[in-house]
């Protein structure tokens, strides 16, 4: 049995060294400090899209239910609420269930905080770097969510009827209608997205995408359109297909950020996902004051895997899942 050895070669690890050395080298040069957070807290994410992992653990206050972070967010705002200034971290992320070619349970998330940063600066920033990365990535465009959907699929994902969207996700995402009959509208949009929009996206160039329904706002603040429609305050980036990054204006009010986890939890429920443990030291760090600014987390390892020509996420991890 050879399933001990590890899934990237040993040429390709010390490519992937060289380009963390560059990450390091980037936010030195900008002043912007390194910490490192916990993989474990005191809740996990309630986003109906993410499956956090948890576990039992004997703590000083007995047995306690403690979660692997789908991204090191919550401490990191905790951070910021101390006053930390700018800060980055190239941190280990769990997510269960996702596996495949650009997916693995356990992957690197590097997330970034920028105190007094607009989106578009933060946009910028991580333009910047994903170029220094790879030297290939070509100038950035930006589309509007609405404007999209528009083009690849002629529909308007604000005002479609839901039962519309599960028609045309039945069609392009090849499920069965009956698996979709009782889904939700960003469930639909979500599927369209992945099987229709996202493959034509950072072909030639880096593709930011903008303005997504205010519903999948997650922890980012909401605006208004040129339509006059709530939309959130949020982009994501894409190059060759690839989703890299997902940058917010971050959301700083504490009994908003309550009310979104509280109907996260009841959109599981009515799904029948199980309820997450909302993180209640974030909300206290967000009532004691957390700077206004943007953050963004960026999946470094698919960034790795494109600036390399990989063609699996498994080969620039050391142990990829199932062989750690």
């Given amino acids: 049995m050879d399933d001990w050895q590890p899934t990237a070669d040993i040429g390709t690890l010390r490519e992937r060294a060289r380009l963390l050395a560059e990450v390091r080298a980037f936010f030195a040069a900008r002043d912007v400090l390194e910490v490192e957070t916990p993989v474990l807290g005191q809740g996990g994410s309630t986003d109906?899209?993410?499956?956090?992992?948890?576990?039992?653990a004997q703590t000083d206050r007995g047995e306690q239910r403690l979660w692997l972070q789908t991204s090191p967010e919550f401490h990191m705002k905790r951070l910021l609420a101390a006053g930390s200034g700018p800060i980055f971290q190239l941190a280990k992320s769990f997510r269960?269930?996702?596996?495949?070619?650009?997916?693995?349970?356990?992957?690197?998330?590097?997330?970034?905080?920028?105190?007094g940063f607009s989106l578009d600066q933060l946009l910028e920033e991580t333009?910047?770097?994903?170029?220094?990365?790879?030297?290939?990535?070509m100038p950035i465009r930006r589309y509007r969510y609405r404007a999209l959907f528009h083009a690849?699929?002629?529909?308007?994902?604000?005002?479609?009827?839901?039962?519309?969207?599960?028609?045309?996700?039945?069609?392009?995402?090849?499920?069965p209608a009956?698996?979709?009959?009782?889904?939700?509208?960003?469930?639909?949009?979500?599927?369209?997205?992945?099987?229709?929009i996202e493959p034509t996206l950072g072909q030639g160039e880096l593709s930011a995408v903008v303005e997504y329904p205010a519903s999948q706002a997650a922890l980012a603040r909401r605006h208004q359109d040129p339509d006059g429609d709530w939309v959130a305050s949020r982009f994501e980036l894409y190059f060759q297909g690839v989703e890299l990054a997902n940058g917010y204006d971050e959301l700083t009010?504490?009994?908003?950020?309550?009310?979104?986890?509280?109907?996260?939890?009841?959109?599981?429920?009515?799904?029948?996902?199980?309820q997450v443990d909302v993180d209640?030291?974030?909300?206290?760090?967000?009532?004691?004051?957390?700077?206004?600014?943007?953050?963004?987390?960026?999946?470094?390892?698919?960034?790795?895997?494109?600036?390399?020509?990989?063609?699996?996420?498994s080969e620039v991890l050391s142990f990829a899942t199932p062989n750690c």
């Avoid at 690849?152 to 499920?175: K, S, Y």
């Avoid at 009010?253 to 199980?274: C, I, M, T």
Wanted: negative net charge.
């Fill in 96 to 115: 269960d269930g996702e596996v495949g070619r650009r997916h693995n349970i356990e992957f690197t998330m590097l997330e970034w905080y920028r105190p």
């Fill in 152 to 175: 690849c699929l002629d529909v308007d994902p604000f005002t479609a009827p839901v039962e519309a969207l599960r028609t045309l996700a039945a069609q392009n995402a090849e499920m």
């Fill in 280 to 313: 209640t030291h974030l909300l206290a760090a967000l009532e004691h004051g957390m700077p206004d600014g943007a953050g963004v987390a960026l999946g470094i390892d698919r960034v790795i895997q494109l600036a390399l020509g990989k063609r699996q996420l």
């Fill in 178 to 196: 009956q698996a979709l009959a009782n889904e939700p509208r960003d469930v639909c949009l979500d599927l369209l997205m992945g099987a229709v």
């Fill in 48 to 56: 109906t899209h993410l499956a956090s992992l948890a576990t039992q």
């Fill in 253 to 274: 009010d504490a009994n908003e950020q309550r009310q979104r986890f509280e109907a996260d939890n009841a959109a599981r429920v009515a799904l029948g996902l199980p």
């Fill in 127 to 137: 333009t910047a770097l994903i170029q220094r990365l790879i030297p290939h990535a």
